[in-house]
C-alpha cells in the first residue's frame, strides 16, 4: 500500500521533467527529446534503430558499473554505453 502511495508521487514529480537516459529505471517507459553531443555516425546508427526525438523507450537492464544499458524501441532491444546514454535527454512517458 505505501508503496504504490510513494511510486506514484515518484512518477508525478518527474513527469515532464526533462533527465538524461541514465536516471530512469528498469521498466519506465520515456520519450526521447533530444540527443545531445553525440557523433553523426552514432545518431544516424540509432536513428536507423528507431531511436530519435520522439521516440519511445523502455528501460529493460542497466549494467552495473557505468556498463551499458539495454532499452527496448519499437519492438528491438538496443544497447548502448553509459557514456551515449547520458547524452539522450529524457522524460517520463
Known sequence: MWYNFFENNYHSLLRGKVMSLVDIK????????????????LKRR???FGLSEGSELRM???????GPCTLECRGQL????????KMIKVELA
Do not use: N, P, T, Y
Not at 538496443?78 to 546514454?85: E, G, N
Open 26 to 41: 528498469i521498466g519506465e517507459k520515456v520519450l526521447v527529446k533530444s540527443v545531445q553531443s553525440l557523433d553523426q555516425l
Open 46 to 48: 540509432l536513428a536507423a
Open 60 to 66: 529493460k537492464q542497466k549494467a552495473m558499473f557505468k
Open 78 to 85: 538496443i544497447s548502448i554505453r553509459h557514456c551515449d546514454a
